[in-house]
């Protein structure tokens, strides 16, 4: 469970591991501003395939920069329409609060 964190939602015909690809990019990036340590002792996501969902901790430094430089990487790379990004708080990652708006 994360306390804080932002929840990507995919359309159909976005593949998922491609999502999963420019998510690591992220974490390189990430990596890159933090280290390496600290980015494996504060970082934090989940995947749900079935829901073709990706939830990302947000409640470090650390994990705020990696949700910012994914935003941008696949809003670039997929486009506004095919993903839909929000804030979630207190949730169980991925399907536990699907349906829920």
């Known amino acids: 469970m994360f306390d804080q964190a932002y929840r990507y939602k995919f359309a159909d015909w976005v593949d998922l591991r491609d999502a999963g690809d420019t998510l690591v990019l992220s974490i390189l990036a990430a990596k890159g501003l933090f280290g390496a340590t600290r980015v ?4 934090a ?3 749900d395939e079935a829901i073709r969902v990706i939830v990302v901790d947000a409640s470090t430094d650390v994990g705020q920069a990696v949700n910012a430089i994914f935003t941008a990487f696949i809003l670039r790379e997929f486009g506004s329409g095919r993903v839909h990004v929000r804030r979630v708080e207190g949730l169980c990652a991925c399907g536990s609060q699907e349906g829920r708006q």
């Not at 494996?40 to 970082?43: G, I």
């Open 45 to 47: 996501c989940e995947t």
């Open 40 to 43: 494996r002792l504060d970082f």
